[in-house]
């Protein structure tokens, strides 16, 4: 093991929003960056950017988009061409795009809740109507996971009250941590042949797969599906540079891909050069050894964590995430029961001083659930739960 994700670092030093954003003494487990350092190859990486010291505008170079072609080759066997690779900002900006060339005012946007909040707000940024499919919850004793309703799948997607232009879908997904199967992922593509609709398809957590799971592309479930998807993908929560804003649409079809570059020209939308730069790096290979201890810590914190809401937290039940350093618990037993009242980030603040999302900004099915990020030193979780389990006391 060479790297040492025990280390606690102190990111209140920082203008970190997860670590700043509560009363110092409340532990922020909610915000999905993860308390570790970067790869030591991305921070040499830009180490030497700025001992340059020159820090002007730069292109994103074709050579960092051949980079993200390659990665997609070798880890999915995708075969794309640097011209199909976009850089955009950030997943945000770039579904937010998709719906501004897929979508006129009025049409509808599915999504399948409970889901990644920013999904909920396309809406209003672009004067379109959110279709839910809502996830169906599977309990099995204390631990749970999501499933595809394709009855309210199909209804979401053919329903009266808008035409659907864009399905917007979270692969793996946030916050259930499920990685959709081949045969899911055919029939949604499936239904959004027969609608017409295009996918745009965030998977910016394909690379955080536990325990060896397999991520396939929607956009490679046929030459049809490549036609019709925007892919976005980053290095940002993998190797956790975040706040550099760099992150990237994969789009085959080239008029689909000539309307989203001209959004983002109208737009004046240009990407971060230190990004560019942590990209570059992220996507070379030369950081595998890390994300692979990486995984390995993170499997054995989603394991902790599973672990410790069994033994020590009746009345929570949690999801066993395929990916992700999130786990979502259900502490909707113990608000029927009257033992939790009001919204849960604050019960858990108050009664516990420790800081989860609320279950309910995830929108319909979030209602008593709140998310965990496990993505921190096992120190810092350890205390997380047992500040859970004081406020459940
Ligand atoms: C599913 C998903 N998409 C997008 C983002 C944010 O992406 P960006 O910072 O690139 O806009 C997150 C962050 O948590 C996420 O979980």
Redesign the pocket.
């Known amino acids: 093991m060479t790297a040492n994700f025990d280390e606690i670092l102190d990111r209140r030093a920082t203008n970190s929003v997860k670590w700043n954003a509560f009363a110092e003494d409340v532990l922020p487990m909610w915000v999905?960056d993860m308390d570790f350092a970067a790869p030591p190859a991305i921070l040499g990486a830009l180490h030497g950017a700025i001992g340059h010291g020159v820090l002007g505008y730069e292109f994103a170079q074709e050579s960092l988009m051949e980079s993200v072609a390659k990665r997609m080759q070798k880890l999915n066997g995708w075969e794309l061409t640097a011209e199909d690779v976009i850089p955009i900002p950030?997943?945000?900006?770039g579904f937010n795009i998709a719906a501004r060339i897929t979508c006129k005012p009025g049409d509808g946007i599915l999504v399948q809740p409970p889901v990644?909040y920013p999904f909920l707000n396309v809406q209003e940024n672009t004067g379109t109507v959110t279709q839910l499919a809502e996830l169906k919850k599977v309990t099995h004793g204390r631990t749970l996971h999501h499933e595809i309703d394709w009855d309210v799948f199909e209804g979401a997607a053919h329903s009266n009250d808008a035409k659907t232009s864009m399905f917007l879908l979270?692969h793996p997904h946030?916050p259930t941590g499920t990685v959709y199967t081949d045969e899911e992922l055919a029939r949604m593509v499936e239904i959004c042949e027969r609608e017409d609709i295009i996918i745009c398809s965030?998977e910016?957590?394909s690379e955080l797969l536990l325990d060896g799971n397999k991520h396939t592309p929607i956009a490679m479930v046929s030459p049809e599906a490549a036609q019709r998807t925007v892919t976005l993908i980053?290095a940002?929560?993998t190797f956790n540079v975040?706040g550099l804003f760099v992150?990237f649409a994969i789009i085959q079809n080239p008029e689909l891909r000539e309307r989203f570059t001209t959004e983002l020209a109208k737009l004046t939308i240009h990407t971060n050069s230190l990004g560019h730069i942590a990209s570059q790096a992220a996507f070379s290979g030369e950081c595998d050894s890390w994300l692979d201890e990486l995984l390995v810590y993170l499997a054995a914190n989603r394991d902790f964590v599973v672990e410790y809401v069994e033994k020590n937290l009746p009345g929570v039940r949690v999801s066993v995430p395929d990916a992700t350093f999130l786990a979502w618990l259900d502490c909707s037993e113990l608000v029927e029961s009257g033992k939790i009242e009001g919204p849960l980030q604050d019960f858990f603040i108050e009664n516990g001083k420790v800081a989860f999302n609320e279950g309910t900004s995830f929108g319909p099915g979030g209602e008593g659930f709140v998310r965990l990020n496990f993505g921190c030193p096992r120190e810092t979780l350890v205390e997380a739960l047992e500040r859970m389990k004081t406020a459940l006391a």
């Open positions: 999905a950030g997943l945000v900006t990644y979270c946030n965030d910016i957590h980053a940002s929560k975040a992150g």
